[in-house]
């Protein structure tokens, strides 16, 4: 089975508009952790957010924030006002404590930010 | 400070061909990751190491082989490159002792097996 599923291969959205970026994940550690990277066209992977298992708040960083549903094993990012410069790959990933500290990605979701 | 530096930036090999993918970190990061990326796929783990000495296989370790003989380095070798082995190679690193250490990328190499 998929350790991250992100389901969206492609999403538009309009200028200054919010969306959102799905991302589930599948684990039965208690300890783990959920991130978001951003992978522009020039290639570089650029850390965007992190939500631990333990966290009770969902976890925001200035435009981004993260969705998190334990019940449903769901991380989604929240990219509010949308700007040109957001257009680019994202994707989710999880650590887990139990499997060494090891990374799992997704498979992506590549966005498009319409003027 | 450099981070995560990766070289080449960009090779093409001939099938049966060797090469070493270098990677150096310098912010005495003890985890080190390496990972493909085919066209429009995310990132697959090959190795990664918990500190000198210790390497251990990821999801796609065959055909490549690492070795950490220090903190900083954590060079893959190809031994016999394959079309298959096309893909873009990222160096990664982090200090996972707490529970929000993300993981560094380096910029990515290139590689293209004809």
């Known amino acids: 089975a998929q350790k991250i599923t992100q389901t969206q291969p492609g999403m538009f959205v309009q200028e200054k508009e919010a969306v959102t970026l799905d991302c589930t994940y599948d684990t039965s550690d208690p300890s783990y952790g959920l991130f978001w990277y951003k992978q522009p066209s020039s290639g570089e992977m650029i850390f965007l957010i992190y939500q631990g298992s333990y966290d009770q708040q969902n976890a925001t960083e200035g435009r981004y924030s993260l969705n998190f549903q334990k019940a449903r094993k769901s991380a989604n990012l929240v990219i509010s006002a949308s700007q040109l410069g957001d257009s680019a790959m994202y994707f989710c990933a999880m650590r887990e404590q139990s499997t060494g500290n090891q990374f799992y990605f997704g498979t992506g979701t590549s966005l498009t930010v319409i003027p | 400070n450099a981070g995560v530096t990766q070289t080449p930036k960009f090779r093409i090999l001939k099938i049966g061909q060797s090469m070493t993918l270098q990677c150096t970190q310098d912010m005495n990061h003890n985890y080190m990751y390496w990972y493909r990326q085919d066209p429009g796929m995310g990132l697959k783990l090959i190795y990664y190491?918990?500190?000198?000495?210790?390497?251990d296989k990821g999801e796609v370790p065959n055909g490549y082989n690492v070795s950490r003989s220090t903190t900083e380095d954590f060079p893959l070798r190809l031994e016999l490159a394959a079309p298959s082995q096309t893909s873009v190679y990222f160096c990664a690193s982090s200090y996972p002792t707490s529970g929000d250490a993300t993981q560094y990328f380096g910029p990515g190499t290139r590689l293209l097996v004809l």
């Open positions: 190491s918990v500190g000198a000495g210790i390497t």
